[in-house]
């Protein structure tokens, strides 16, 4: 661009009290703050001179997006995009049950509703309605933990590494804690049990190999600073083939040969047998307890269904310990996570009802079948409307149940494999994350496989407009 036209479109661009005295701005400043107004026109501004000083051509005014209506135009998409909610709902069809960057547990309504129960008001978060005195949020959940699990007391904080974090730093700051090499994994967001152990102020004393650890190996490495022994359960994948390693009422025998306690980081943690399910075996609380360990941890969010937590289970000299760490404050428990996870726990009370209840193990334990016959139904809906614009087959695939937990298993399931005629699997799929609400599919095959394993049935209506927008959006009509 010729540098006397670059400068008369620079010239052309309005000030900043200019556009405050339009028409069209001055109803927002009845609505949102001046300086918020200033900024977004400023931002606005900054963005059109950019664009013209980058401008190598003598395109018009419109191309470069700086006519008044225009600009006025951004303005105002920035104020709304101000006020529009960063978090927002979507439709999960990865047919990943437990996906952590989709917010693992989907709750159900019973915990939505106390969550917004208790969200409205005032509660007795830490207030004895008995005495009239200052009580103990624990005291919401850890009877119901203990009566769940005969746990002989409970502790909950805000998430499974602060819990492994807290009772590291109670029960071995400035000691040894023994583990398994095996047992060092690496949680999501590059999360390491070395990395917690050394924060927790720890010393970490490294036994057996890679692939096998015998007791004797524990045995060898206790010492006179040996304040405790650690199992880790290996949540996010398995080591196969010429492995061996110590169960844990082995190495409760021996920490209560040598009087030293024994905790176990669980992960996953699950109230129920799962094998009914046709999920591989994974120990449940209760037969970790039972086992006679000391401190046991694990996630409120993964297996158990429920809203992001850490819980702390065990023996009664230990927990209280735990609890009266400083520490337990930084890492404490909000009300709105506290009733969500109440109602969950309740939700266990009844056996019968608990598959049904909680969304976590509903979608685990639908069928092939079940998931075929809703995808087949979908596939005839869209088949008529949709055939010039995509084909649409089902496909046998299979779900994972993500969070870190049960590594091997796959879950049979039927996928809809759209393959888009006029753009590419992965436009189609971006058209899709962009829908309201955004929709999270597969692109694979040069197709967008959805998984209706973890598409809820009353998102389906959604499911099929989504679709019908984006093949729209992407073949050149905004209607």
Same mark, same amino acid.
């Given at each position: 661009?010729?540098?006397e036209?670059?400068?008369? =479109?620079?010239?052309?661009?309005?000030?900043?009290?200019?556009?405050?005295? +339009?028409?069209?701005?001055?109803?927002?400043?009845?609505?949102?703050?001046?300086?918020?107004?200033?900024?977004?026109?400023?931002?606005?501004?900054?963005?059109?001179?950019?664009?013209?000083?980058?401008?190598?051509?003598?395109?018009?005014?419109?191309e470069?997006?700086? &006519?008044p209506?225009?600009?006025?135009?951004?303005?105002?998409?920035?104020?709304?995009?101000?006020?529009?909610?960063? #978090?927002?709902?979507?439709?999960?069809?990865?047919?990943? !049950?437990?996906?952590?960057?989709?917010?693992? $547990?989907?709750?159900?309504?019973?915990? @939505?509703?106390?969550?917004a129960?208790? $969200?409205?008001?005032?509660?007795?978060?830490?207030?004895?309605?008995?005495?009239?005195?200052?009580g103990?949020?624990?005291? +919401?959940?850890?009877?119901?933990?203990? /009566?769940?699990?005969?746990?002989? $007391?409970?502790?909950?904080?805000?998430?499974?590494?602060?819990?492994?974090?807290?009772?590291l730093?109670?029960?071995?700051?400035?000691?040894?804690?023994?583990?398994?090499?095996?047992?060092?994994?690496?949680?999501?967001?590059? =999360?390491?049990?070395?990395? @917690?152990?050394?924060?927790?102020?720890?010393r970490?004393?490294?036994?057996?190999?890679?692939?096998?650890?015998?007791?004797?190996?524990?045995?060898?490495?206790?010492?006179?600073?040996?304040?405790l022994?650690?199992k880790?359960?290996?949540?996010?994948?398995?080591?196969?083939?010429?492995?061996?390693?110590?169960?844990?009422?082995? &190495? !409760?025998?021996?920490?209560?040969?040598?009087?030293?306690?024994?905790?176990?980081?669980?992960?996953?943690?699950?109230?129920? *047998?799962? %094998?009914?399910?046709?999920?591989?075996?994974?120990?449940?609380?209760?037969?970790?307890?039972?086992?006679? @360990?000391? @401190?046991?941890?694990?996630?409120?969010?993964?297996?158990?269904?429920?809203p992001?937590?850490?819980?702390?289970?065990?023996?009664?000299k230990? #927990?209280e310990?735990?609890?009266?760490?400083?520490?337990?404050?930084?890492? /404490?428990?909000?009300?709105?996570?506290?009733?969500?996870?109440?109602?969950?726990?309740?939700?266990?009370?009844?056996?019968?009802?608990?598959?049904?209840?909680?969304?976590?193990?509903?979608?685990?334990?639908?069928s092939?079948?079940?998931?075929?016959?809703?995808?087949?139904?979908?596939q005839? %809906?869209?088949?008529?409307?949709?055939?010039a614009?995509?084909?649409?087959? &089902?496909?046998?695939? +299979?779900?994972?149940?993500?969070?870190?937990?049960?590594?091997?298993?796959?879950?049979?399931?039927?996928v809809?494999?759209?393959?888009?005629?006029?753009?590419?699997?992965?436009?189609?799929?971006? $058209?899709?994350? %962009?829908?309201?609400?955004?929709?999270?599919?597969?692109?694979?095959?040069?197709?967008?496989?959805? *998984?209706? /394993?973890?598409?809820?049935?009353?998102?389906?209506?959604?499911?099929?407009?989504?679709?019908? %927008?984006?093949l729209? &959006?992407? *073949?050149?009509?905004?209607?």
């Amino acid at each position: 661009m010729e540098p006397e036209v670059r400068q008369k =479109f620079l010239k052309a661009l309005p000030a900043v009290d200019e556009i405050l005295r +339009h028409p069209q701005i001055q109803p927002r400043l009845k609505i949102f703050s001046r300086s918020l107004i200033v900024d977004s026109i400023r931002k606005v501004l900054r963005s059109k001179r950019e664009a013209i000083l980058k401008s190598k051509n003598g395109e018009e005014m419109a191309e470069l997006g700086i &006519l008044p209506e225009q600009i006025l135009a951004a303005i105002e998409g920035e104020l709304d995009l101000a006020y529009r909610s960063s #978090l927002k709902p979507l439709i999960n069809a990865t047919g990943v !049950v437990l996906h952590t960057n989709l917010g693992r $547990a989907p709750l159900p309504e019973g915990a @939505v509703e106390n969550i917004a129960k208790i $969200a409205r008001g005032y509660s007795n978060l830490e207030f004895d309605l008995k005495t009239g005195e200052r009580g103990s949020r624990y005291e +919401h959940v850890e009877g119901l933990l203990c /009566r769940l699990t005969g746990a002989e $007391a409970a502790l909950v904080v805000n998430n499974n590494a602060g819990a492994v974090l807290l009772a590291l730093n109670t029960l071995a700051e400035g000691k040894e804690v023994v583990v398994s090499r095996g047992q060092l994994v690496e949680i999501g967001g590059s =999360f390491r049990i070395p990395d @917690v152990m050394r924060k927790s102020g720890a010393r970490l004393v490294e036994v057996g190999t890679t692939n096998r650890t015998h007791r004797s190996d524990y045995e060898k490495a206790i010492g006179p600073e040996t304040a405790l022994l650690l199992k880790v359960h290996t949540s996010n994948f398995r080591i196969l083939g010429f492995t061996a390693e110590v169960s844990l009422s082995d &190495l !409760v025998d021996l920490g209560s040969q040598k009087g030293i306690p024994v905790m176990e980081d669980l992960g996953s943690g699950c109230f129920i *047998d799962l %094998q009914p399910f046709g999920l591989e075996k994974e120990p449940t609380v209760q037969e970790t307890l039972a086992a006679g @360990v000391d @401190v046991v941890t694990f996630s409120g969010d993964k297996l158990l269904g429920g809203p992001q937590a850490g819980i702390l289970l065990g023996k009664k000299k230990y #927990l209280e310990r735990i609890k009266k760490n400083p520490l337990n404050r930084a890492l /404490r428990i909000d009300k709105l996570t506290l009733a969500g996870l109440e109602a969950i726990l309740r939700a266990y009370l009844n056996p019968k009802e608990t598959s049904r209840e909680i969304p976590t193990l509903r979608l685990l334990s639908a069928s092939k079948a079940e998931i075929r016959r809703r995808a087949r139904r979908l596939q005839r %809906q869209m088949a008529d409307e949709l055939s010039a614009d995509c084909s649409i087959r &089902l496909k046998e695939d +299979h779900s994972q149940v993500g969070g870190g937990a049960l590594p091997l298993q796959n879950l049979p399931t039927w996928v809809l494999a759209l393959r888009p005629l006029k753009v590419s699997a992965n436009q189609l799929g971006e $058209a899709l994350r %962009q829908s309201d609400p955004p929709i999270i599919a597969r692109v694979q095959d040069e197709e967008v496989w959805l *998984d209706l /394993r973890t598409v809820f049935p009353k998102d389906e209506k959604a499911l099929l407009q989504g679709i019908r %927008q984006a093949l729209k &959006l992407k *073949d050149g009509d905004p209607t």
